[in-house]
């Protein structure tokens, strides 16, 4: 692989965004592009570098990799440089195949805090597969081994940054956390919860109503946070907060296992004639 495609790869890694790697993996007849060539397609379907072929291919492959960032999966495409739907209105020929690799960043879990909770959401986080960004002064790499990043000199919240498909805890207990939240409500962040009692809770959101947020702004946070598991020990709270962020990343519906089997529709053999059994 060259050094240039290298550089601008490590580049767009760097960046936290979504891309995909187009490789032709096999050719047969005239192509421009041969086998072992590859191009580095941005999450606009843009190519950054590299070449895979002319127009023809070229769009072919940008709109195949649009298509695997959305859906995460992976994809071999054929593309018959004969086919004039496929080009400009000319044939160029020869047919290819692509192989699409998207590569899609991890989101993000801001803790904004420290502490046992904070510190258990933290290893929770990482082994579901989340990047961990540690936001408070009091936060040491001992304390907090799994995070990927520790932010210790933010005193504004200014590096309170998060995606859109990001995810926020405010664990400050009590220190801040009405800052932190109406920094975390300026951003596009995917869920946003408020660790406290239900009157710091009252006294949060009455300070983002003073500060003109909307009943839509403040409807984003959740206080009280998590699942109700009973949980008690700072593990468990934990716990429950890790749970409420996985459900509403995979946007499932928090029913026990058992009870969706009760969802199930019956197949038309069972429905009629069922199992033979008495």
């Known amino acids: 692989m060259a050094k240039e495609f290298l550089d601008h790869l490590l580049a767009i890694r760097e960046q936290n965004v979504a891309y995909a790697v187009a490789t032709v993996i096999d050719v047969v007849g005239s192509t421009s592009a041969k086998t072992g060539s590859k191009a580095l397609i941005d999450q606009h379907g843009k190519v950054v570098t590299g070449w895979v072929g002319g127009g ?18 992976t994809d071999i495409i054929e593309i018959d440089l004969d086919d004039e739907v496929l080009g400009a209105g000319m044939p160029c020929g020869g047919h290819m195949r692509v192989y699409i690799e ?11 805090g420290h502490g046992e909770v904070a510190e ?35 005193l504004d919240y200014s590096e309170l940054i998060p995606l859109a498909g990001d995810f926020v805890v405010i664990a400050t207990q009590h220190k801040g956390d009405h800052e932190s939240m109406s920094r975390a409500l300026k951003s596009d962040a995917r869920y946003i919860a408020l660790i406290a009692s239900r009157k710091r809770s009252r006294l949060v959101m009455d300070y983002l109503r003073n500060k003109k947020f909307s009943e839509a702004d403040i409807a984003r ?26 459900l509403v990343r995979r ?28």
């Open 56 to 73: 023809c291919a070229e769009s072919s492959a940008c709109d195949a990799a649009l298509r695997s960032i959305a859906s995460g999966a």
């Open 102 to 112: 998207p590569s899609i960043p991890k989101p993000s879990v801001w803790i904004m």
């Open 120 to 154: 258990h959401i933290s290893l929770l986080a990482d082994l579901m597969g989340f990047a961990v960004i540690v936001n408070d002064a009091m936060a040491t790499e001992d304390k907090f081994p799994h995070a990927t990043r520790l932010i210790g000199d933010d």
């Open 221 to 246: 946070v959740m206080a009280p946070c998590g699942l109700d598991i009973g949980a008690r020990t700072p593990a468990e709270i934990a716990l429950s907060i890790i749970s409420e962020i996985v």
């Open 251 to 278: 946007a499932a519906s928090g029913v026990r296992m058992r009870d969706t089997l009760h969802r199930e529709v019956p197949s038309p053999k069972a429905a009629v004639g069922g199992t033979g059994s008495t």
